[in-house]
């Protein structure tokens, strides 16, 4: 007599494991949360039980089921549309479609069922699945769920599957075809018989384990089966049965009461397979969302396919080099950092937006490394903080195998044209492909142009209407009755709350309240926001505009400024989020009512359409390097009048997604003094983030100048003191050095000094500043050359942090921004900069008198000085001592959330050289190979 395999008692057992399993996930990752989406089409009743029962089983382990039920009038389009969203649902693991389909529409459910992404094709039908089966490629792959059942319950007799001659009856790609396969990959040997099996109870009869799922009626008699075989019954067949309440019962496809009789093993029907199906689809939804949290959660390694670099000496121009890599697919990228298709918008084959969503999916994730590459205060060149971030990742991702990420600035077009050229790094460091860098990449700059003009062309026309109509006029048109029927818009409703107006009938407002409502009354002298242009234009600088006949005499004196001037721009790098960035564009203050209440962009009735437009640029922008690491190219804010770092949102995801041991490297403006204290002062506060090192950046030639070395000039020839040694000249300019590192060490952060090392550098100068800095408090120091050799050449720089970033970060913010404006802008100034102390002048504490009356103390302060001195005087170089820091004016940027004191005049819209860089470039019309860009 044959033991009983109850899939009933099996199926239990699997479901309390299944249970415990989730449970201790969730310890692991609270937001762990296996999701199943259960699609449906019409209403048929059986249909309906097995997915009442299906519900009812996932909500017993802790799974989310969601019963996805379409009419029976649906369409194959329609059910394809409801496939697709929840293919693009992160929080969907598994989807199954029940079939057969119960639509009064032609849907071709084999289409259907290979639309599913194969890994959330919990049910194990789709094409790709089918192939990795019969293939025996089991990575990845999901068994169908029935044969998984099967196997689990062959395994549970306790026979060995190896060498065993196992017989399937039937071939269907639900059951028969993919337990074959099973069998065979678990080293039985399998026949497959079908309705032109000859001889079919012979065959039958070699089986040692018999599988059988034809659709007919105790079909397999006992006569058929070998002693001792196991039986394993898929069938489910409904016969007369007088006997029974309702004339039936339901058998399998063997004769049981025969069977049991000869076999060692059989399952009943019902209560054998049937419950192992819905056991293995809730295994197979727990496996999958398990594998997407660890392959798509930072857990593991990427398998990055890394760029060779092929090092020339001399090395070419920084083109030359970019245009010799040839850059991978970006949508292969993306995979290798484990981003899931619909979390990415390709644009082109090189570059990509990524959306926000990661942050969701991967929220329960630990956060990798966070590094920060800053400098000495810099000679007009630059001494190469962006070619260090590159050579950096570049090293940490090809020599040391890390999950890495860089995250940059995106250049503005003005000073690719105009005189510095791009910003993609240099040599054999780069951002590639640099051209696509360099220009309009995705886009971004673009909209913030469009968005900030439409902001200022919001406000001349809001004082015009003012100007040329009495209120009840003007509230008619900003409340317009449409068909009978007046409503206020919800940035109206907004406003109406803003001034004390808690009506929502526009009917009702009496004139006084009218009047509050439409009058804005800006001052036009107390406009502060000004047009902007991604072009470097100085006859732009001061501008009249309203001179058309039209605009009936109201004219106004203003200014462009650069595109990423605006205060849009350092929005973009500090929001978090797209509610958080509407909220920020709201706030944006662009002047002052003649009773001095601060207008705003809310007022203003703008800020949602500015959102609208800023609605793909909120998304980093994916690239990568010369050799293939990945790279965020993201907002590219002033550094002087804004806080000159790349965005928070791009370091959040890159955080995410190098993992708990993968390192993100950032770059910060200007010198330690201006990009690195913002960084952590702004940036890090709005953010949350901890730094775990600063990289900084010092070259001979710069602590040259600062020991009194030669003016540097951009476009001429390095003076003779900078290309011969001068041991004396650079001890002197190491003050420099020393003071960068102590105002990196106050923050509590370790420092890693990359000395970037030049052809004219002798190996005496070098080692002075690397033996310096380790003596003036350095974590350590190391000598680079990723210019000339990428990844290589920084290579001990990589070692050199990976220790650093191994230390527990003690980090610390300078200073409360509770404390007054004068208190913080003094400390500032004294800490970083070593000055004795500061004087405010009369025009800047009238303005910081008016931001407190306003309620804007709290906010951080954002220095806009010169980034050519620790001073406010850029022929003040080394360490400056004696020096009192003049506050000329004090101004605001309340949507992105800082005030910014100015210590000198700020050049907002640059002009174009005598030559500038524009005229070496040029494209082959031929080939489409762009020349000339630096």
């Known amino acids: 007599m044959a033991n009983i395999l109850s899939g009933k008692d099996v199926s239990e057992e699997i479901r309390t494991k299944l249970k415990s399993d989730i449970e201790s996930y969730k310890e692991k990752c609270p937001s762990f949360l296996p999701g199943l989406a259960i699609v449906q ?117 306790g026979v060995s599957l190896a060498g065993k001659n196992a017989v399937v009856l039937g071939r269907s790609k639900i059951v028969g075809s993919p337990m074959a396969d099973l069998l065979k990959w678990n080293h039985a040997t399998v026949t497959v018989c079908h309705s032109k099996t000859q001889n079919l109870p012979d065959i039958v009869k070699t089986a040692d384990i018999l599988v059988v799922a034809i659709g007919k009626a105790e079909f397999v008699k006992g006569n058929w089966v070998k002693p001792g075989a196991i039986v394993i019954d898929c069938g489910i067949n409904s016969i007369p049965d007088a006997t029974k309440k309702s004339g039936k019962r339901l058998v399998g496809d063997v004769a049981y009461e025969e069977v049991k009789g000869v076999a060692s093993w059989i399952t009943p029907v019902p209560g054998g397979v049937g419950p192992m199906t819905v056991a293995m689809l809730l295994q197979n939804t727990f496996e999958q969302a398990k594998r997407m949290v660890e392959k798509c959660g930072g857990k593991g390694e990427w398998n990055l396919q890394l760029l060779p670099l092929n090092c020339k000496t001399p090395v ?235 605009e009936k005499g109201h004219t106004r004196e203003c200014q462009f400024d650069i595109a990423v001037a605006s205060e849009i721009m350092a929005i973009l790098a500090l929001t978090t989020g797209l509610q958080d960035m509407r909220e920020r564009l709201g706030q944006m203050v662009v002047g002052t009512s003649k009773a001095g209440v601060p207008v705003t962009a809310d007022d203003l009735g703008v800020s ?86 600063v990289v900084l950046v010092a070259t001979v030639r710069a602590l040259k100048m600062h020991g009194g070395g030669p003016t540097v000039t951009a476009g001429v020839p390095l003076p003779k003191a900078y290309v011969e040694e001068n041991l004396e000249l650079l001890e002197k300019g190491c003050a420099n050095l020393r003071k960068q590192i102590e105002n990196a060490n106050k923050f509590g952060v370790p420092v890693v000094v990359a000395i970037n090392s030049f052809v004219t550098d002798t190996p005496a100068e070098v080692e002075l500043v690397k033996s310096f800095a380790k003596q003036n408090g350095a974590y350590d120091a190391v000598i680079c050359s990723h210019w000339a050799k990428g990844g290589q050449g920084a290579a001990d720089l990589a070692s050199a942090v990976e220790a650093a970033t191994s230390q527990p970060s003690n980090f610390k913010f300078l200073y409360d921004v509770k404390s007054s404006i004068e208190e913080k802008i003094e400390t500032i100034c004294k800490e970083i900069y070593g000055a004795d102390g500061i004087e405010i002048l009369p025009l800047a504490q009238e303005q910081i008198n008016r931001y407190k009356n306003q309620g804007f103390n709290d906010l951080p302060i954002c220095m806009a000085k010169t980034h050519l001195s620790l001073s406010h005087d850029p022929t003040k170089k080394g360490e400056p001592k004696g020096f009192v820091v003049p506050i000329r004016e004090v101004r605001a940027s309340i949507g992105a959330g800082f005030i910014y004191p100015l210590l000198g005049t700020m050049t907002t819209m640059p002009g174009l050289p005598t030559r500038p860089c524009f005229y070496d470039i040029d494209i082959d019309p031929e080939t489409e190979e762009i020349v000339g860009l630096s």
């Open 41 to 157: 089409v019409g209403d048929r009743e059986d249909s309906n039980v097995y997915i009442k029962q299906k519900l009812k089983n996932a909500d017993t382990v802790g799974i989310k089921a969601t019963h996805v039920k379409l009419p029976q009038t649906t369409t194959q389009t329609e059910v394809l549309q409801t496939v697709e969203k929840l293919n693009n649902d992160p929080s969907v693991h598994g989807i199954i479609v029940q079939l057969p389909l119960d639509s009064s529409n032609e849907i071709d459910s084999h289409l259907v069922t290979n639309a599913i992404k194969p890994g959330k094709d919990v049910d194990g039908l789709h094409e790709s699945n089918a192939g990795k089966l019969s293939r025996g490629d089991f990575d990845g792959c999901l068994f169908p769920c029935t044969p998984r059942g099967c196997l689990e319950l062959i395994k549970k007799s």
């Open 608 to 693: 949602g359409a500015l959102t609208v437009l800023m609605k793909d640029a909120i998304r980093p922008n994916l690239m990568q390097t010369l050799e293939g690491t990945p790279v965020f190219v993201h907002a590219g804010p002033f550094a002087n009048i804004a806080h000159g770092n790349s965005s928070i949102i791009a370091d959040k995801i890159a955080l995410k997604l190098v993992g708990e041991n993968g390192f993100v490297v950032t770059e910060a403006g200007f010198g330690a003094d201006i990009g690195m204290e913002k960084f952590f002062n702004i940036k890090c506060r709005a953010s949350g983030l901890i730094p775990n090192a």
């Open 316 to 550: 070419p121009s920084d083109l030359e080099v970019a245009q010799s890599q040839t850059p991978k697919n970006v949508e292969l990228l993306a995979r290798e950092v484990d981003l899931l298709p619909e979390e990415v918008d390709l644009y082109g084959k090189k570059k990509a937006k990524v959306s926000l969503d990661v942050l969701k999916r991967l929220q329960g994730q630990k956060d990798g490394r966070y590094i920060v590459v800053t400098g000495i205060t810099p000679t007009p060149l630059g001494e190469g903080k962006s070619t260090t971030t590159i050579g950096l990742v570049q090293a940490l991702g090809a020599a040391l195998k890390k999950n890495v990420f860089a995250c940059v600035r995106q250049p503005s077009q003005g000073p690719t044209f105009g005189i510095k050229g791009g910003a993609a790094g240099g040599g054999y460091s780069q951002v590639i492909p640099m051209e696509e860098f360099n220009l309009h990449l995705t886009g971004d700059i673009h909209a913030i142009t469009a968005a900030n003009n439409l902001l200022a062309a919001q406000i001349e026309a809001r004082m015009f209407h003012e100007s040329t109509q009495k209120d009840e006029d003007l509230y008619r048109r900003l409340v317009p009755d449409n068909k009978g029927k007046r409503a206020f818009s919800k940035i109206q409703i907004k406003r109406l709350q803003k001034i004390g107006i808690t009506k929502t009938d526009p009917n009702e407002l009496t004139p006084e309240e009218i009047n509050r409502f439409v009058r804005l009354d800006i001052d036009p002298a107390t406009i502060t926001w000004q047009r902007v242009l991604d072009t470097n234009d100085r006859f732009l600088r001061k501008i009249t505009v309203g001179q058309g006949p039209l």
